[in-house]
């Protein structure tokens, strides 16, 4: 697999959308790629459809049993050659210029390590639902946001192989759900992180996807490498810092007003740690931070009308970053969103 560029796509019981995500990376205007794709054991049509392509640049390996989706991907990094790999996940769709774009970035930035783009999401089955996510380019934001929650869509993914082979690095089994977010800080100590400001990937929305499946297990996995990170940056955590860390990376609604303040303090040690470190800019820090107090707030409207004590004494919020609809849920006590628990 010498190629400059191998497309690395695990599959698993994804015959509903394998064929768009398949021609989705068969159209690319950049034609000199592998593909290489691995059925992990799958029970459904899937390899029958995948084996249906006659593009030499497939490159089709089955897996007698289902080994995982990590197994698959250091896989990959093992057999792969090229100077680049490329992700792509069986549910989600390339644009055609992503590959072309993609390459031509890293080429021109010698010193990214891993570069993702920004993403289009959408409902599977409506594709009239397609919304742009916000997509983080500056480097230094971008490795400060990584921290709480990954910024680099892993199916968006192009990676500097030699860094992979020069450093030993793989997906890790510890942070299995979580594995991109790990690997994206893994390799962050060997250069920038990056986000190509164009939309090259749309992401599918639907049931049976980690995000919706195993949200527990993958939050957990996620919680425990942004601790080691912190620590890395000499944040030390203690327990009662666990269930704000939690919230901060994962806002969602409240129980109590000690809770928001937990959450309040745990920021106030973030910024205050951040503030003085070169590599980040402070006016980012504090408005990622400030947005994570922000939408817990906004989030923890059945508390009840205590929350306006809140508000008054915090540090950081303002009247006027609330509209009358949070202060009439607040007063009905009613959520303001669906969330998981």
């Known amino acids: ?9 695990p599959v698993f019981n994804a015959a509903n959308y394998i064929r768009e995500s398949i021609e989705s990376i068969l ?17 459904d049509e899937t390899p029958e459809i995948i084996k249906s392509y006659a593009d030499p640049r497939i490159i089709f390996q089955i897996n007698p049993f289902n080994k995982g989706y990590i197994y698959c991907l250091n896989l990959g990094i093992e057999r792969i050659d090229s100077k680049y790999i490329v992700r792509m996940d069986a549910d989600d769709i390339s644009l055609p210029d992503r590959l072309g774009k993609q390459v031509s970035f890293m080429e021109t930035n010698p010193d990214v390590v891993v570069c993702g783009s920004g993403k289009i999401n959408f409902l599977d089955g409506h594709p009239e639902t397609e919304t742009k996510v916000f997509n983080i380019t ?42 991109d977010k790990a690997m994206w800080l893994d390799l962050s100590k ?11 990937i749309k992401y599918r929305l639907h049931q049976n996807q980690v995000s919706t499946t195993k949200h ?109 609809k949070f202060f009439l849920k607040s007063l009905l006590r009613r959520k303001t969103r669906g969330l998981f628990p």
């Not at 159209?27 to 029970?43: A, E």
């Not at 990954?150 to 594995?179: G, W």
């Not at 740690?273 to 400030?290: A, I, M, N, P, W």
Request: aromatic fraction near 14%.
């Open 138 to 179: 500056d480097s230094t934001d971008l490795l400060f946001s990584s921290i709480f929650n990954t910024s680099i869509p892993h199916p968006s993914a192009i990676i500097r192989n030699s860094i992979l082979k020069d450093h030993k690095i793989v997906y890790n089994e510890e942070y299995y759900y979580a594995e």
């Open 27 to 43: 159209s690319q205007t950049y034609k000199d790629f592998i593909f290489f794709i691995i059925d992990d054991g799958s029970t």
């Open 216 to 324: 527990t297990i993958q939050r957990r996995n996620s919680l425990a490498k942004t601790r080691l990170v912190l620590l890395d940056y000499g944040v030390q955590l203690q327990e009662e810092d666990l269930l704000p860390l939690q919230y901060i990376c994962y806002p969602q609604c409240c129980n109590s007003l000690e809770e928001l303040g937990d959450i309040e303090r745990l920021i106030l040690k973030f910024i205050e740690t951040f503030k003085y470190h070169d590599g980040f800019q402070r006016k980012f820090v504090e408005s990622f931070l400030l947005n994570r107090i922000l939408t817990n707030v906004t989030w923890s409207t059945p508390i009840g009308l205590e929350i306006m004590g809140f508000i008054n004494s915090s540090k950081y919020l303002k009247w006027e970053m609330f509209d009358t």
């Open 190 to 200: 060997f250069g920038k992180l990056a986000n190509h400001p164009d939309y090259l």
């Open 1 to 9: 697999m010498s190629e400059v560029v191998t497309v690395l796509m």
